[in-house]
């Protein structure tokens, strides 16, 4: 039997200030997108008990930039048990991140729209746009990742 009866944290990576966008990312920095959240896969020929934690969250997109809108969150990610026998009693967090902030005004030349997140288990968040005018037109955080028990010998899989 395997048993889980303390944390796995598989989450993705947050973008930050200095996470940007294009080609010239680490002098203007801003508008990246979250990471996707990880995978975790427990498998075993005989019975697994997870009364632990896993964590698959996705990552938060990063904050605006005068060069760049916020970045979309990263989706959640994927946890998979597969063994003949499960008993699942611990929780598991697939929660997507959240989409980047905005801390600055779009102003400077070259600008762009923030990037998308990361998808691992559900989609990707969108990054935020820009008008005309240099507005920014909100984006999105990513959506929840995905979670699966599978009653079998996962002994043909893993060879």
Do not use: W
Request: aromatic content about 2%; hydrophobic content about 35%; proline content about 4%.
């Amino acid at each position: 039997m395997n048993a889980v009866t303390g944390m796995i944290t598989a989450r993705g990576g947050d973008a930050t200030d200095t996470t940007g966008c294009g080609s010239q990312a680490a002098a203007l920095g801003g508008g990246g997108g979250g990471g996707g959240g990880g995978i975790v896969i427990l498998a075993s020929k005989l019975s697994i008990a997870q009364s632990g934690t896993i964590d698959v969250t996705g990552g938060a997109g990063g904050p605006s930039s005068a060069s760049f809108a916020p970045g979309g969150g990263g989706s959640g990610g994927i946890v998979h048990l597969l063994a003949p026998a499960i008993t699942h009693t611990g929780s598991e967090t697939l929660v997507a991140g959240v989409q980047g902030t905005v801390t600055t005004a779009v102003s400077t030349n070259p600008r762009g729209a923030g990037s998308s997140g990361g998808s691992t288990g559900g989609l990707p968040g969108v990054g935020a746009g820009l008008d005309t005018t240099n507005a920014i037109i909100a984006g999105t955080a990513g959506t929840a990742g995905q979670s699966a028990s599978s009653l079998l010998d996962p002994s043909a899989l893993f060879y």
